[in-house]
């Protein structure tokens, strides 16, 4: 693989229902982010990792959690889903965390989950 | 704090026409601006940036960006527009004065490219 890879593409989830989204990269870059796209609202960031082992909350974060265990996943969970939280998520990395250079955003192709 | 606006939430152009799709900012100190690309059901892709230097910026696929400090803007332009340019565009900004490092993104703008 070559990039930054999501999975599953898309859900129907009940409401109340536990669900990870997969976000995994190979271009070792130390940064990930998980956002979500509304219409009407852009890219709100979620979660955010600057390196493995850490984590930091975004401007939504309520509702969902995160893990960076290595430098190559980045899950997002779910806990209890509820139908606000249908949207499209958005895993994005970069090769430094944010605050040691200006590098661009590499993103994924998304996963469209459905709440009902 | 750091903020980034596209007043435009579509532009429409024909094809071979000059585009404009604008952006401004606001921050506290520097800014390092962003322009990305989002084709339907795909994720988004980068243009270019600007970080310091020369206010006109090239980015790829013909695409290029002003910086105007004075007007706190960061306008995305291409001299000549193809229909496949249709697509999302997104401005986003860091302020370079700190905070949480991370840019912010504004709501997008739908370009559509008539033929």
């Known amino acids: 693989i070559a990039g930054i890879t999501q999975a599953p593409t898309s859900q129907i989830l009940a409401a109340g229902r536990r669900m990870t989204l997969r976000c995994t990269q190979d271009m070792r870059h130390n940064a990930m982010y998980w956002y979500r796209q509304d219409l009407g609202l852009g890219l709100r960031l979620i979660h955010y990792s600057n390196t493995a082992g850490t984590t930091g909350k975004g401007e939504v974060p309520d509702g969902y959690s995160v893990s960076r265990a290595n430098t190559d996943d980045f899950p997002l969970t779910l806990a209890s889903a509820v139908p606000s939280q249908t949207s499209v998520y958005f895993c994005?990395?970069?090769?430094?965390?944010?605050?040691?250079?200006?590098?661009?955003?590499?993103f994924g192709p998304g996963t469209r989950l459905t709440v009902l | 704090a750091q903020s980034v606006a596209q007043p435009e939430d579509q532009v429409n152009v024909a094809e071979g026409n000059p585009l404009t799709v604008k952006c401004t900012y606001s921050?506290?100190?520097?800014?390092?601006l962003f322009w990305y690309v989002q084709y339907p059901n795909r994720g988004l892709q980068f243009l270019l940036k600007y970080i310091t230097g020369d206010n006109l910026v090239k980015g790829s696929y013909g695409f290029e960006a002003e910086f105007n400090k004075s007007q706190t803007s960061f306008h995305l332009k291409k001299p000549s527009a193809l229909v496949s340019d249709s697509a999302l565009y997104f401005c986003?900004?860091?302020?370079?004065?700190?905070?949480?490092?991370?840019?912010?993104f504004g709501r997008g703008t739908s370009l559509i490219v008539h033929p």
């Open positions: 994005a990395s970069s090769l430094l965390p944010p605050g040691q250079g200006l590098n661009e955003q590499f």
């Open positions: 921050v506290s100190g520097n800014p390092y």
């Open positions: 986003a900004v860091r302020d370079g004065a700190g905070g949480s490092y991370i840019p912010t």
